[in-house]
């Protein structure tokens, strides 16, 4: 399906990757531009949000305060996000809705491999790379056959972590000459299928990550009279930084220590496999935020792949694993949500680390190779959902108290009537005190609950006076910094945290999330995200900010009259296959695009989990469930407890309802 965009918003000619958006899109959507804040600009916004940090070269904000996607980064063309959205809407395509750029996988494909070839020939290297795609970063089967289809041209392979994704790369791998390397645990099927498929011309890679896992490998050589391509991964001691720092060193998960692997070496030697020894392989942990710890894993790996190749192993091949980071705060620093490097640096450090090694010790230099699974998936993947209501502090102007009023609502208004920029901090203490002493008081009984509701309006009140003289002040004290948490406001957003991003809860990852409209309004609210769970870890509390993170995003006021659209961003690895059916909230719609010259394609349209189909996740059949309502509305009927029209109307409903998107509709 292809569909033209108007005029307006059709693709410009190529730009640089300083250019924000083509200018044709920036003068997009006239119907949704809103009117700006008198000085607020479009720079402050990309301030506020970090976007040219973490978004270039694909994301960017027009002149009109919408989101554009550069989908092909700075080559050309750009699309109004809004107007996507929107576009796919009319198309019945509901919100939460993941929108997958075709595009922007190519381009870090193809980013990836002109790096190492820029290297490569930097530094003279006599060797070439053949990255893969660890499929256990994003099994979905659109995305894994574009992975194929735009690696080819580079001999890009996959890799295959479980007999499931291995499965999935046999059939699905048919360039000739890439790669397929087989990690994780194996059993001896496994293993066998892997060396059987190099009769169909395939190049699978055994990497040997257990000591049993060699006796496999031999016992399926001499059952098949096949020799297969093998590899160890070694544990190395140079070890990773933040969460996956303990994937190296002496007691990682996976690989070999150096008397395994020398006892490995001995055992094909003497099962006449030494030469199909071809592969060392490491992995240091995900998400490596300092170029230093790869310059010390590459020096370390280098000098194993000399030493196993002086052993009489057949050497080929060196596989430098994952960890090519993602900026996800735009910081550009070594913090767990960054890296401090480039991918060139990273590409450079490779191959000048394992150059340095072969000519060192007379060596021909392999083949390099990555599993650069985040740095290739993530960008391509967006998030759109909206603002299904809002949850805000009361802080209009209360009325006067009135002598006849309990002393504590007297004594909360005559704080809130003094508040100057010379007492304020002081005023802010007397009004919280004046507050729990009117929460004591209706605990014993000696106020009622309208007066309560009473003085917690004038408390609020005085806060947001202080708060808003505080923002004025050249030095704001703890306490009343504090103020602006307390008095934030909660965003109810139409997505489920555990089903779209797992990794906020689980180990603290952060995603950007911003408007993708209004960005030349001042967002003049701070807040929170709260999603649809009946869940307390179901909410972003954790946002991007140049200083680390922060507990509040910057927001606009909410109207229930208007949409009000988010999207979370960078989140394309990992999320979609972790994510889980907490109270039954099934997987997002999802749509893939493709940029045209005509304005852009929508390639495939996966529909998100009904009710039903989620419902059978857990056993339950959807026909049977209805029968039950049906039996239950008999019952009624015959006890007159609701009328012939009612039992109909909740049996429509019902039935409606397992058809439908486990979302809400607005």
Known sequence: MVYQLDEATAPSQPMDSEAPADQASQDSAASNLAPASPGWTIEDSEETYRIKGWGEPYFAISANGHVTVSPKGDRGGALDLVELVQGLQKRNLQLPLLIRFSDILQDRIERLNACFSKAIARYSYAGRYKGVFPVKCNQQRHLVEKLVEFGAPFQFGLEAGSKPELMIALALLTTPGALLICNGYKDQGYIETAILARN????????????????MAIAAYQKLGIKPILGVRAKLNSRGVGRWGTSAGDRAKFGLTMPEIVAAVDKLRDADLLDSLQLLHFHIGSQISDISVIKDAIQEASQIYAQLSKLGAAMQYLDVGGGLGVDYDGTKTNFSASKNYNMQNYANDVVAGVKDACVQHQLAMPTLIS????????????????????????????EPASDDEDLIIRNLWETYESITPENCQEAYHDAFKFKEDAISAFRLGYLSLTDRARAERIYWACCDRIQGIAKTLAGIPDDLAELEAAMSAIYYANLSIFQSAPDTWGIDQVFPVMPIHRLNEEPTKRGSLADLTCDSDGKLDKFIDRKGIKNLLELHSYDPSQPYYLGMFL??????IMGNLHNLFGDTN?????????????????????????????????????????QQTEVALQTKQ????ESQRLLQNYEQSLGRYTYLSV
Request: cysteine-free; charged content about 20%; overall charge negative.
């Open 200 to 215: 169909l011309g395939k190049t699978p890679i055994i990497v040997l990550e257990q000591a049993e896992e060699v006796d």
């Open 371 to 398: 599993e650069s699974g985040r740095a290739i998936a993530s960008h391509q993947s967006v998030l759109i959902f909206d603002i299904l209501g809002t949850s805000e502090v009361a802080t209009a102007s209360p």
């Open 642 to 645: 609701m009328t012939l029209e």
């Open 571 to 576: 989140n394309g690895a990992y999320q979609e």
């Open 590 to 630: 999802m749509v893939h695009i493709q940029l045209t010259p005509q304005g852009y394609a929508i390639e495939n349209v996966v529909k998100g989990d009904t009710m039903e189909e989620v419902l059978g996740y857990v056993q339950y059949n959807g026909e049977d469930l209805v029968e039950r309502m049906r």
